[in-house]
């Protein structure tokens, strides 16, 4: 499956380079028209990242990530900000699909394995960013002396299925993504669902994955700025090798609603 980034700052939709939060570009200001956007266009799925969430330890940009629930009705997966079973509950009855923990799994690494068992490997994602091999959170702005594959080890004993592994020195670069970091990865995991992202250029950067075995991705800056078209993701999603949608959230009907639900 392949994702299209929003990440939200301050209201808007921006890309940053290298997870800095000084270095964005904006790509749209209204992320629910990009949203739409992307439903028009026939787009699958999202990947929605609250990122003054992610700074500030809660939820920040609720209220618009509701919004782009109400217009997509694809798969929406969220991260950022998110630390306590009463967030995740308010997301996954709104209709999100996936909550992404971060930061948590590091750090509540027992809260993450009760969530875990609470709702399941198709609901919560655990997120893998980080630098030369090393897991970073807080928004990337704190490293940590883990390792990447440890912190996976750990999460799959305790059930968890879906790995966003991001490498914050290709986000937002374009210069291809660290295959041998994620190829390591899928062959130390080979039950893990990986799921690539930072540094994806083009196309072929999707394909050349999937044939080591990596079918899901997240697309962000490429999109936007030209070399990757949403078409092509159509197209590959309509592919042989298109990875398998998870089945859709219980707390969702899937047809896009105009109620609105508050945190």
């Known amino acids: 499956m392949i994702f299209p980034a929003i990440d939200i700052q301050d209201k808007r939709s921006v890309r ?16 629910v028209a990009q949203a739409e956007d992307y439903e028009a266009a ?18 920040v940009s609720y209220d618009i990530i509701i919004g782009i629930r109400q217009v997509f009705s694809g798969i929406i997966e969220v991260g950022g900000g998110i ?3 009463e967030t995740i509950k308010a997301y996954l009855n709104a209709g999100i699909d996936r909550i992404i923990l971060g930061s948590v799994a590091l750090k509540q690494a027992e809260f993450t394995k009760e969530m875990l068992a609470t709702y399941g490997s198709e609901r ?23 390792d990447m594959s440890h912190l996976i080890r750990e999460m799959m004993a305790a059930g968890a299925k879906h790995f966003i592994v991001t490498d914050i020195n290709r986000d937002g670069t374009m210069q291809g993504v660290n295959q041998e970091l994620l190829v390591s990865l899928h062959e130390q995991f080979p039950e893990a669902r990986i799921i690539a992202s930072g540094g994806i250029r083009n196309a072929g950067d999707i394909v050349a994955l999937r044939e080591v075995g990596i079918v899901d991705c997240i697309v962000g800056k490429a999109l936007y700025e030209g070399p990757l078209a ?8 309509k592919s042989e090798l298109a990875g398998t949608l998870i089945e859709p959230s219980p707390y969702y009907t899937r047809q896009i609603h105009k109620e609105s639900a508050s945190l």
């Open 16 to 31: 940053l380079y290298k997870g800095d939060f000084d270095k964005e570009i904006v790509v749209n200001y209204s992320p």
């Open 42 to 59: 026939g787009i699958k799925a999202l990947h929605v990242v609250d990122l003054d969430g992610a700074k500030a330890g809660k939820p």
């Open 124 to 146: 919560i994602v655990i997120g893998v960013d980080g630098a030369d091999g090393k897991v970073a959170t807080e928004g990337w702005v704190e490293k940590s002396d883990v």
């Open 83 to 85: 630390r306590d079973e």
């Open 230 to 237: 949403l078409m092509d993701i159509v197209a590959l999603e």
